[in-house]
């Protein structure tokens, strides 16, 4: 049948889904359309789409026949005790899904990849996701279902992200942190992101605006080449310095600013001290860490200790970002310099 729909690039998918879900505006009757490179959404009559979102066209939508699947599991003619194994959540970077899998499952991995692709709107090809490893924070990733390569472009906060999944770390789980921070940097602070990866962080703090300049550094010179490509597209892409440059090169010589970030969650603790110094008085740290879900309130503590002097930072904050594993969660631990 005609019914308003909405045509956007297949790496937008499920972000804009996910958007015309939670607005009420994405018609559930209808079966959405796949063609090429664009997905077509069908659209409530009268529904509002903010601009820039996609192409407003009538187009021809199948109904919907008899219930089908509300997740990849039910994609998946597998026992009730093989589904209990099966991930809750899995990332969508651009068009690719990336998914871990508990071992029993690895043999399984061609059927949930699979199931995944036909599950996400707009995915292109499923990674099972090894984990990142060594000083460049480089993801092991196994193709298990689609076709292209790593690299994608992804949205979030209204920024366009370039990100290769291998090459250079990302993950989609901090877009709300990454608004956050963006959100407490004031008029005319200076700022530093270091391990700054294809670099969210600096991108989303350039998008407001405020920060009077914004130095982005990271070790892995193809995470320094992604930020640069998204620097093309980016508004207030002038702020941003990217910098490829390892933390004990560069932190020595680094004059101190309002607002420094340093997300290296599993070994970030060893190059705290040196950063801290990079803090302006009255200026903010934003550390992340992996921390064991017992050992929160006593590793603020072991964190503050490391930060130099009894007395000279204060805590402004301390959140749990997402969980990490099923014993742990990543942490972000905000601190507050006191006056020089």
Partial sequence: MIAPGLRVPRERGEEVRRALRGSGALR?????????????????????????????????????????????????AWTSDAKALLPRSFDVVGDIVL??????????????????????PGARVVGLDHGVQGAER?????????SGGWRTRHRENGIEIEVDVERAYFSPRLAREHRRV??????????????CGVGPFALTIARDGRARQLTAVDANPAAIELLRASLLRARNARL?????ASLESYT????????????????GIKYLPSVARTVAPRGRLYYY??????????RTEG??????????????????????????????????????
């Fill in 28 to 76: 559930t009757d209808l079966e959405i359309a796949r063609e090429a490179d664009t997905i077509v959404f069908p659209l409530v009559e009268g529904a509002s789409v903010p601009d820039g979102v996609g192409t407003p066209a009538p187009f021809e939508f199948r109904p919907f026949g008899p219930a089908g699947p509300s997740g990849y599991r039910d994609r998946l």
């Fill in 99 to 120: 998914v871990r899998l508990a071992d029993e499952l690895r043999p399984l991995r061609s059927e949930v990849g699979e199931a995944l692709l036909g599950f996400v």
């Fill in 138 to 146: 480089r993801r092991s990733v196994e193709r298990i279902a689609g």
């Fill in 182 to 195: 963006a959100s407490e940097v004031a008029e005319g602070d200076r700022v530093y992101d270091f391990c």
């Fill in 240 to 244: 941003v310095e990217p910098v490829e």
């Fill in 252 to 267: 020595p010589s680094a004059e101190p600013r309002e607002k420094v970030i340093l997300n290296l969650p599993l070994e």
């Fill in 289 to 298: 860490e992996v921390t064991p879900r017992t050992d929160l309130e006593r």
């Fill in 303 to 340: 964190v503050v200790e490391s930060l130099g002097p009894k007395g000279t930072w204060t805590r402004a904050d301390t959140h749990v970002v997402h969980p990490y594993s099923p014993a742990s969660d990543l942490v972000a631990y905000v601190f507050e310099r006191g006056r020089a």
